[in-house]
């Protein structure tokens, strides 16, 4: 079981962003990941926190399939790949239907059969094998004098078990964003496991990496406010609501629903829905609540920061050395 790794924003001062990146590394995390949201190119900025954070993996979590072609992705992260000394990890997911039509004039038509063809030719390029018949994604791009690691691990983002399944099957890994640990347990864990092993491969060779949001805080209703002001906006997308119901906080959408306002709708979300999904107090309530992601299953918790709150505290509180002596406690 890998140790805690950390999820970067890509916003505010890059100086920041740095110091975090080198506390991560000094602290032994396993990882950083860096966000793809409408901020800074995640693969630019892990490419530019390589040095700083010399001694962990690295990793986009995720970029959508619809923003760059296979060839072009395949291209970008062999790129990173080698100038990181063969420490990236490509995360890929779909998206949402509004924000690739909005950003960047793309329509999703099927998921599932989309996000297998365009891993396969992700994978055939980076393996300078063919890659010409699929049906949405292909091309005839081929590198010259230049060899990537075929084997670059690619994890995929995934919310429903028909996704996590495909992850299982296809990929290296999974990235969970926004899955309270219950989810986690009960839905994710086991699917993956179950389709890995079905496809013929070894269930323990599959990385499972769940977001914790957390805060070490002696302020921890200011916290929650913070993550509920996050989590609205997924609250109204169509993929999160669903795993949401599938984890059993029907009645919290139930309640956004009904909502009449913004500030009813943040309240919708519910403490026990909070308090499944993140980590939140003082540095014990932190530690314990990674200890509870990694309770789950064979998962690495990836530490991420709740808007209002200082992220260097919490790296303190999360860092592998004091989740692990909570995990044994």
């Not at 970008?76 to 990181?84: G, K, L, N, Q, S």
Request: some cysteine; hydrophobic content about 45%.
């Amino acid at each position: 079981m890998n140790g805690p790794a950390i999820l970067l924003p890509t916003t505010g001062a890059w100086a920041q962003v740095r110091e975090h990146a080198a506390l991560a590394d000094r602290l032994g995390y396993s990882a950083i990941y860096c966000s793809h949201i409408s901020a800074r190119d995640s693969f630019t900025a892990l490419t530019g926190l390589a040095d700083v954070a010399p001694h962990v993996g690295l990793g986009v979590a995720v970029a959508p399939i619809y923003h760059r072609s296979p060839a072009s992705m395949a291209q970008t992260a062999a790129t990173v790949d080698d100038i990181t000394g063969g420490r990236f990890r490509l995360g890929l997911g779909v998206g949402h239907r509004v924000t690739m039509a909005n950003w960047h004039g793309q329509e999703i038509g099927s998921p599932l059969a989309e996000m297998r063809e365009y891993v396969a030719v992700v994978r055939a390029l980076l393996a300078g094998e063919p890659a010409t018949g699929g049906r949405r994604w292909r091309s005839t791009f081929s590198f010259g004098n230049f060899a990537p690691r075929p084997d670059l691990p690619i994890y995929l983002a995934g919310l429903s078990a028909a996704m996590v399944a495909l992850a299982g099957e296809i990929a290296d890994g999974i990235v969970l964003w926004a899955c309270p640990a219950s989810y986690v347990r009960d839905v994710v864990v086991p699917t993956a496991r179950e389709a890995r092993a079905a496809a013929g491969k070894d269930p323990d060779t599959f990385a499972i990496v769940a977001a914790v949001p957390s805060a070490a805080t002696d302020d921890p209703e200011r916290a929650i406010d913070g993550m509920r002001g996050e989590l609205v906006r997924y609250f109204g997308l169509p993929f999160y609501r669903r795993m949401f119901a599938a984890a059993g906080y029907g009645r919290d959408i139930a309640a956004y629903d009904a909502a009449g306002s913004d500030a009813a709708r943040r309240h919708a979300i519910g403490a026990e829905f909070i308090a499944d999904l993140c980590a939140i107090g003082d540095a014990r309530a932190v530690a314990d609540g990674v200890a509870r992601y990694r309770a789950a299953g064979p998962v690495t918790p990836m530490i991420s920061n709740i808007p209002g709150t200082a992220f260097i505290p919490t790296l303190h509180a999360a860092a592998p050395e004091r989740t692990a002596r909570s995990a044994a406690s």
